[in-house]
């Protein structure tokens, strides 16, 4: 049984950081795809990033570009997410998740079998 347990999120201000983080627990495989999700009520849930737990190859959201950064621990299985010049659509419910590995579907949130129970990250302006 995969578990994953993220923590971190919180309430900022606009400009600030935050650190998010997701303990994964169980069959942890390598090979694999770990991702950063949000969503809003109301919202489809969006990919913001992915990366290869096997290696550097990482994916982000547009919107998200040269703001936040994704990173794995492949020792601890640690995955990360530091989010800087935070603005306030970034406020969502984050989820991290875990999957096959498919360089073509990092973004889609069926490519994911396992996710976590989410973070609340609320950005004011």
């Known amino acids: 049984q995969v578990q994953l347990v993220e923590s971190g999120g919180g309430s900022v201000q606009a400009g600030g950081s935050l650190r998010l983080s997701c303990a994964v627990s169980?069959?942890?495989?390598?090979?694999?795809?770990r991702a950063w999700f949000r969503q809003v009520p109301g919202k489809t849930r969006e990919a913001v990033a992915a990366?290869?737990?096997?290696?550097?190859?990482?994916y982000y959201a547009d919107s998200v570009k040269g703001r936040f950064t994704i990173s794995h621990d492949n020792a601890k299985h640690i995955l990360s997410l530091q989010m800087n010049s935070l603005k306030p659509n970034d406020t969502a419910m984050y989820y991290c998740?875990?999957?096959?590995?498919?360089?073509?579907?990092?973004?889609?949130?069926?490519?994911?079998?396992?996710w976590g129970q989410g973070t609340q990250v609320t950005v004011s302006s």
């Open positions: 998740a875990a999957g096959p590995w498919n360089r073509d579907r990092l973004s889609v949130s069926d490519q994911y079998t396992y």
């Open positions: 990366i290869y737990s096997g290696g550097s190859f990482t």
């Open positions: 169980g069959a942890t495989y390598s090979n694999t795809a």
